[in-house]
């Protein structure tokens, strides 16, 4: 049956220049490289020197714009998946568009769901073209969790990243079959009384500041490898696909412990995992996006693959997405 769905037709990432890594780590907190690579996976990760979220938003969003050969001002709809937005008010996702030179009246909003936020906005944004609401959609995640961390704090500092991703949607025909092109299937989920395990210290209504993130690192590792491959299931089962269609898994990049888990849990093998955690560490709402656009880039993802999106973070908030590209 004939059907609209959201096609990717571009794709693009920034990360700022400055690289921090184990060994540097190890000047700033009682830490190393031994200890950070077994438990994490990470080996070092992009810190911005004053670029803001929606900056980096801005350079990840013209190189997705030139890649689907689009202009801003042919896209009907941003919408920004982030914890890190450059004021409390208005949205990043507005101050974007603003500086990308979107058309005005341009609908432009943040999506706040932590590590999950990236998903939650391509969901927004795919059911929005669905019904016909708009034609084509800007989404983008990005992150300066630099600037919520506690660089004083070795159980936290050593597992957060900086950077931003960004695709382009725009709708096409379909058949209704995991053969069509596009988002195939997306689901959205969120436990809030596990708000306390992974948070910030701080907010707006509380502290009047963003505070710092903390978390209760065992109970967000257990929880996160049944949460991904719980999403992950449920979008490979809606759309009629089994594991042995899907050519790339592609988690949320926080842990490659966490990662390994996922890809053992659904039986896909390593190989067809991506994995960018060593040199991007935990972007949050930036992970997905970046390690979609850098293997997009690189030829690694291919056009017509199938991948599996899963992302999860604090709310506790989960999600997963199908795509083939
Ligand atoms: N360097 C050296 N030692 C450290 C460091 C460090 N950076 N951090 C903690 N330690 C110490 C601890 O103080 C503790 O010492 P103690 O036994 O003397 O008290 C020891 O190492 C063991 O600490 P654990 O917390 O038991 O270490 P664990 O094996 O659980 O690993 C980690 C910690 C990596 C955070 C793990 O719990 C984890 O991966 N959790 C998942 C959380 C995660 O990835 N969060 C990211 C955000 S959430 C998300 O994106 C979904």
Redesign the pocket.
Known sequence: MKCIRSELIGWGHYLPPKVLTNDDLSKM????DE??ST??GIKSRHISEGETTAQMSVKAAQMALKRAGLEASDIDLIVLGTLTSDNTTPSSAAKIAGILGMRSGTPAFDVGAA?SGFVYALTTADNMIRLNQVKSALVIGAETLSKITDWTD??TC??FGDGAGAVVLRACEGNGTSDDRGILSTKLYADGSKYDR?YTSGGVSTTAHAGYIF?D??E??KS?VGCLSEAAEYVMNDAGVSESDVDWLLP?Q??I??IEGVGHKLGIAPEKVIVTVDHHG?T?AASIPLALSESLESGKIKKGQLVVLSA??AGFTWAGALIRI
């Open positions: 907190v009682d830490t190393n200890w950070i438990r994490t590590c070795r159980n050593v597992l992974l978390m690192g065992k967000v590792f996160a949320h926080a842990n412990r966490i935990n949050s999860m973070g």
